[in-house]
């Protein structure tokens, strides 16, 4: 008898037929808001409370704490219930009201810091709250089995399902767990695929994809393994949400939208080729926002 656990990943690999019209060139959206918490980041938190639990860093009675723009933190509440952990979870106020309203339906516990100070203030009350003892922190930005689950995972998938054929693997960069993971396996696979990473223009304000400062940037991300990045704008990424939801059929997050951009402007640049971007979650998250507001 499968669990719900047994039906993270598989996501769907579809074409972007309307978006996409250029003779010679495949777009293709892997869909996770498929995934049974709604989104991308189901895949590393499982990863992350299994590998925890499995060496026995998470001992019993542990409580875990974590900094979260949203996703990883639904799926961390989702998660951490059916292993019977506690988890309180920490996130920027900005937050929209869907995202702790679902974390708390799954009994996470959710603190919400100053929205000035964006995710660098959530992880630095983490940080503190770590420092008192208590807690332990899965720190989703600098644990390799946030990446490895998308090596074994998403990247394999991608592989499989495109025949071997993709040129291009486009993703937008937040924890940067998934362009990690991703970039890996292709590369093993192929050298001359190519990583593009979507990361938003100064000032452009997009949930799920960030640019870091330096201090800030994520222990997993190596710089090496992205061949390219592209910026958008928080108005780019928002247009381009809204056609996928009207041309595709496709009701996703704004950071969805920023990579579905990043790829359509790549494609420009291309006569042939196999383009994928990770379609990173659902958009019924973003209804109390202006994101499909008209």
């Known amino acids: 008898m499968a669990t719900l656990l047994d039906f993270i990943g ?34 590393a938190a499982y990863s992350m409370i299994k590998g925890a ?13 974590e900094a979260t723009s949203g996703n990883t933190g639904i799926a961390l ?31 996470a516990k959710v603190i919400l810091t100053p929205a000035e100070r964006s ?7 983490v940080a503190e709250q770590v420092k008192q003892g ?20 998403t990247g394999p998938e991608i592989w499989r399902d495109t025949e071997g054929k993709v ?11 998934t362009i990690m993971g991703v970039s890996r396996y292709l590369k093993e696979q192929n050298p001359e695929v190519q990583i593009i990473g979507a990361q938003p223009v100064a000032g452009s ?16 991300f190596e710089t090496e393994r992205v061949d390219r990045t592209i910026d958008v704008s928080q108005t780019e990424a928002t247009i381009m949400t809204r ?24 494609i420009e640049e291309l006569e042939h080729g196999v383009v994928v971007c990770i379609i990173c979650d659902r958009g019924d998250r973003y209804l109390s926002s202006d994101l499909f507001s008209q």
């Open 243 to 266: 056609r996928l939801a009207s041309e595709e059929g496709i009701f996703a997050g704004m950071s969805s939208g920023g990579a579905v951009h990043v790829a359509s402007k790549l």
């Open 167 to 177: 040129t291009h693997f486009v993703s937008s960069m937040g924890t940067t767990g």
């Open 77 to 107: 509440a989702m998660i951490a219930r059916l292993f019977g952990v506690e988890i309180e979870l920490v996130m920027p106020a900005s937050a929209t009201r869907e995202r702790v309203q679902t974390m708390q339906a799954f009994g």
């Open 134 to 153: 208590g807690y332990m922190v899965l720190n989703q930005f600098g644990n390799p089995d946030n990446y490895k689950a998308h090596l074994r995972t």
């Open 10 to 43: 598989n996501t769907p690999l579809v074409e972007l037929t309307r978006i996409n019209t250029k003779p010679g060139v495949k777009l293709y959206g892997k869909l996770e808001g498929n995934n049974p918490g709604g989104s991308v980041k189901d895949r």
């Open 205 to 220: 304000q997009i949930p799920g994809i960030r640019r870091w400062p330096k201090e800030y940037l994520p222990k997993i």
């Open 119 to 125: 995710m660098e203030g959530a992880i630095d009350y």
């Open 53 to 65: 639990l499995e060496r026995g860093d998470l001992k019993p009675g542990m409580k875990l704490i």
